[in-house]
T-cell receptor, first 113, second 115 residues
């Protein structure tokens, strides 16, 4: 059973556009929701994360929107750049699970110049 | 955040052989984690490695296939035993903490191809 569902599987955006990746979870014990960015040949790196006590968190061009009642959260990349081309994973974790992340399936983002 | 060195970065192995992957962390950590990332797929936790005790394996993974060593607080190895083409994946070492509130740090991975 996939605990964190991520969509779309792939996304193509023009430079300067907005990239949006969506995730949904089922386990209400999750209380930490990170996004990881992975470039080819590299391991995933933490990009931005949110706790459920806020509905939005912004860091530069990256914003997480969180809807606790719907058990959904999303990553918005504003003014997308070719350097943002990577695979993005949403994840969720809980204190009972030592905050070990459960990952979504990943979204391959391509930003065309 | 911790810096993880993982090697080899890639290898091509014959069916039926074994490969040991090494993970070195630049600071002492209580738990180290091993993940598998199959082509185009998500990251799946294989096991958690604690120093001084047996590794804890996730459902679907067994010690005979993926033996893990954790001799000290900065080092761990994962062995992929009796390999088959289905074991072709990226294997990643990870440690918790140090990035964000509860973010995890990953090594660059070992890309394994079994022929």
């Amino acid at each position: 059973q996939q605990q964190v569902k991520q969509s779309p599987q792939s996304l193509i955006v023009q430079k300067g556009g907005i990239s949006i990746i969506n995730c949904a979870y089922e386990n209400t014990a999750f209380d930490y929701f990170p996004w990881y960015q992975q470039f080819p040949g590299k391991g995933p790196a933490l990009l931005i994360a949110i706790r459920p006590d806020v509905s939005e968190k912004k860091e530069g061009r990256f914003t997480i929107s969180f809807n606790k009642s719907a058990k959904q959260f999303s990553l918005h990349i504003m003014d997308s750049q070719p350097g943002d081309s990577a695979t993005y994973f949403c994840a969720a974790s809980s204190p009972g699970g030592s905050y070990i992340p459960t990952f979504g399936r990943g979204t391959s983002l391509i930003v065309h110049p | 955040s911790a810096v993880i060195s993982q090697k080899p970065s890639r290898d091509i192995c014959q069916r039926g052989t074994s490969l040991t992957i090494q993970c070195q962390v630049d600071s002492q950590v209580t738990m180290m984690f091993w993940y598998r990332q199959q082509p185009g797929q998500s990251l799946t936790l294989i096991a958690t490695a604690n120093q001084g005790s047996e590794a804890t394996y996730e459902s679907g993974f067994v010690i005979d296939k993926f033996p893990i060593s954790r001799p000290n607080l900065t080092f761990s190895t994962l062995t992929v035993s009796n390999m088959s083409p289905e074991d072709s994946s990226i294997y990643l070492c990870s440690v918790g903490g140090g990035t964000g509130d509860y973010g995890y740090t990953f090594g660059s991975g070992t890309r394994l191809t079994v022929v």
